[in-house]
């Protein structure tokens, strides 16, 4: 302890040795708070408290010179790399998908989706007529992240974006209907798509699986998902992990517009803001 506050009075010391090691202290307290922030209330959160049990049991074996238990423990720790891995997998990805939505790799690098502005218009007219008719729906929209896994196990349609086609995969005879709809660019890849459903304990209880698999995809890509209540015919989306409900489709213009397009509703073009994957918002 006498160690550290020594170092750390070393540092109001003006020099570029301590400059340095200041500015290696802040980077690695930013990743920290970042990773905690990102894995809060989800399920790799008590994947955290579990290794900081098994760390905590290491270390009390040792001291407590329970020695069975403490080379058991400790032979553990040489799978712990790879079992991370596999227990992290979705967060990990997750992060690594996060370079591309800090701006840190050109639109082009990073596979950035063009979507015309009539197609957003043909989404908005299809989401406004299923709102007042309280047909439930969920579209997804990519952006950077292909979702070539998604769009497999869906039946394939390769069609034009179009409100009336919208509209006849969501009525309730069609096979396709339970399901979502992927939209790549200008086309409609996929139809009765299943979506990952979002563990995020901070939601709402009263959200419905629809509104959970359209959190879960946005949690698991950039992408941007919208959803239609078949009970209220409220309109909401799901952008980074953030569930948000619009006031009406012409909320959802500006936010598909913004979001997707790039372009303010006077048709201005903006840098598109990526957020880092935080618990789900009503």
């Not at 922030?37 to 994947?47: G, N």
């Not at 050109?106 to 502005?117: D, F, N, T």
Request: hydrophobic share 45%; proline share 2%.
């Amino acid at each position: 302890m006498n160690d550290i506050l020594r170092r750390l009075n070393e540092l109001r010391e003006l020099s570029w040795e301590n400059a340095v090691n200041l500015i290696d202290i802040l980077l690695v307290a930013y990743l920290l708070y970042r990773v905690l922030k990102m894995i809060r209330s989800t399920r790799a959160w008590r994947i955290v408290v579990g290794i900081g049990v098994f760390v905590l049991a290491l270390f009390l074996s040792r001291y407590l010179q329970l020695r069975t238990l403490n080379w058991i423990l400790d032979k553990a720790t040489l799978l712990a790399p790879v079992a991370l891995v596999i227990l992290l997998l979705p967060e990990l990805r997750q992060a690594l998908e996060s370079f591309a939505r800090f701006g840190l790799l050109p639109e082009r690098l990073a596979g950035e989706s063009r979507v015309a502005a009539h197609t957003v218009e043909e989404i908005v007219a299809s989401v406004a007529e299923m709102s007042a008719q309280r047909v439930g729906a969920i579209l997804v929209v990519e952006r950077g992240t292909l979702l070539n896994d998604i769009a497999e196990n869906g039946v394939c349609l390769d069609a034009k974006v179009s409100a009336p086609l919208i509209g006849s995969i969501f009525y309730e005879g069609n096979p396709l209907h339970d399901g979502a709809v992927l939209i790549r660019g200008d086309s409609i890849v996929a139809a009765a798509c299943r979506l990952p459903l979002s563990e995020n304990r901070a939601l709402d209880p009263t959200v419905h699986m629809r509104h959970r698999a359209g959190v879960g995809i946005s949690e698991q890509s950039d992408s941007v998902a919208i959803m239609v209540s078949e009970e209220r015919g409220t309109i909401s989306v799901a952008i980074d992990g953030q569930l948000r409900k619009l006031r009406d489709h012409l909320e959802l213009r500006e936010v598909l517009n913004g979001e997707i397009r790039g372009v303010t509703q006077d048709g201005e073009r903006i840098r598109r803001r990526r957020r880092e994957k935080v618990g789900g918002r009503s």
